[in-house]
């Protein structure tokens, strides 16, 4: 069973442009959410986290919603620039549960210049 | 400082070989992971040690045998490996209290090859 789902395997964006990606998660006992961006052969790279009590973060060119009642978030990356092309994993933690990170399968995004 | 290293960044060894994965860090965390990552897919977690003792161990085979000599090392000591274990060996860390202590830091990897 699939806790957390990452439904689009890929997204492509034009430079410049708004990258909006999602995840949807059905375990309501999730309290942190966390987003990575990996490279090809390389580890994953921690970009941005939320916790269930907020509803919204931001950190530069990315900003993460959380809609509790929807059990979905998103990721939203402007301007998207073409050094953002990577695959990028939603992950979720229920902190009670050995704070183990549950991972979707990843949305490979390519940014065209 | 979010820095994380691995060493080595690649490993071919035969499947009666003994190679042994390092893993360190200087962030003061007093968690740290290893996990295996396929191609295409997410990483999947095999041991966590909370203040230099095993806290978790996800059913991992026992040809692979996890270590931490102290807070900032990790190793990870490998014995008659089959041609499937071959994958990205990951290693990361994190606090164990404080207000962030869910972010994990993972290190660039060590692409092991067992021929």
């Known amino acids: 069973d699939q806790q957390v789902k990452q439904n689009s395997p890929s997204l492509s964006v034009q430079e410049g442009r708004i990258s909006i990606l999602n995840c949807d998660y059905t375990?309501?006992?999730?309290?942190?959410f966390l987003w990575y961006k990996k490279y090809p052969a390389e580890g994953p790279t921690f970009l941005i986290s939320i916790s269930s009590i907020k509803d919204k973060n931001e950190d530069g060119r990315f900003t993460v919603f959380l809609n509790k009642s929807a059990k979905h978030l998103s990721l939203h990356i402007v301007p998207s620039q073409p050094g953002d092309s990577a695959v990028y994993f939603c992950?979720?933690?229920?902190?009670?549960?050995?704070?183990?990170?549950?991972w979707g399968l990843g949305t490979s995004l390519a940014v065209n210049p | 400082d979010t820095e994380v290293t691995q060493t080595p960044k690649h490993l071919v060894m035969g499947m009666t070989n003994k190679k042994s994965l390092k893993c360190e860090q200087h962030?003061?965390?007093?968690?740290m992971y290893w996990y295996k990552q396929k191609a295409k897919k997410p990483p999947e977690l095999m041991f966590v040690y909370s203040y230099e003792k095993l806290s978790i161990n996800e059913s991992v085979p026992s040809r692979f045998s996890p270590e931490c000599p102290n807070s900032s090392l990790l190793n990870l000591h490998l014995h008659a490996l089959q041609p499937e274990d071959s994958a990205l060996y990951l290693c990361a860390s994190s606090q164990l209290g404080g207000a962030k202590f869910y972010e994990q830091y993972f290190g660039p990897g060590t692409r092991l090859t067992v021929t």
């Open positions: 375990n309501s006992m999730f309290d942190y």
């Open positions: 962030m003061g965390h007093r968690a």
């Open positions: 992950a979720a933690m229920n902190a009670g549960n050995n704070r183990k990170l549950i």
